[in-house]
C-alpha cells in the first residue's frame, strides 16, 4: 500500500488549497479513504472520510461547511477540497486508509494559513 499526498502550501487566511491522494496496491475503489491532521504539539485528529460507494462522508465540526472530501476511483485518488481556510488549519495533513485492519499513512503534506 502507498499513499502520496500532495497540494499543501502557504496560504493567505480565506484563502483554499485542494489537496490530492494518489493510492496504490489495494483496491482503492472497495475502502473509505480518511483524511487526518496534526498541528504542532496536538494529536494526530481525524478530518473527513469518504466512504467507498461516494456517497456518504463525514466531517469534523470545525471543518464542515469548509471542506469538501472526494474521490475519483478511476485515477485511484482521493481529494480534500480546502475553503475559507483559517490559522487554526495549519497542519500536517495525511492520507490514511485501513487495509486488512492495518492502518497505512502517507507522509503527509505541510498547509500552513497565514498572513
Same mark, same amino acid.
Given at each position: 500500500?502507498?499513499?502520496?499526498?500532495?497540494?499543501?502550501?502557504?496560504?493567505?487566511?480565506?484563502?483554499?488549497?485542494?489537496?490530492?491522494?494518489?493510492?496504490?496496491?489495494?483496491?482503492?475503489?472497495?475502502?473509505?479513504?480518511?483524511? !487526518?491532521?496534526?498541528?504542532?504539539?496536538?494529536?494526530?485528529?481525524?478530518?473527513?472520510?469518504?466512504?467507498? #460507494?461516494?456517497?456518504?462522508?463525514?466531517?469534523?465540526? #470545525?471543518?464542515?461547511?469548509?471542506?469538501?472530501?472526494?474521490?475519483?476511483?478511476?485515477?485511484?485518488?482521493? !481529494? =480534500?477540497?480546502?475553503?475559507? =481556510?483559517?490559522?487554526?488549519?495549519?497542519?500536517?495533513?495525511?492520507?490514511?486508509?485501513?487495509?486488512?485492519?492495518?492502518?497505512?499513512?502517507?507522509?503527509?503534506?505541510?498547509?500552513?494559513? #497565514?498572513?
Amino acid at each position: 500500500v502507498q499513499l502520496v499526498e500532495s497540494g499543501g502550501g502557504l496560504v493567505q487566511p480565506g484563502g483554499s488549497l485542494r489537496l490530492s491522494c494518489a493510492a496504490s496496491g489495494f483496491t482503492f475503489s472497495s475502502y473509505s479513504m480518511n483524511w !487526518f491532521r496534526q498541528a504542532p504539539g496536538k494529536e494526530r485528529e481525524l478530518v473527513a472520510t469518504i466512504n467507498r #460507494s461516494y456517497g456518504d462522508t463525514y466531517y469534523i465540526p #470545525s471543518v464542515k461547511g469548509r471542506f469538501t472530501v472526494s474521490r475519483d476511483n478511476a485515477q485511484n485518488t482521493v !481529494f =480534500l477540497q480546502m475553503n475559507s =481556510l483559517k490559522p487554526e488549519d495549519t497542519a500536517v495533513y495525511y492520507c490514511n486508509v485501513i487495509f486488512r485492519a492495518s492502518d497505512y499513512w502517507g507522509r503527509g503534506t505541510q498547509v500552513t494559513v #497565514s498572513s
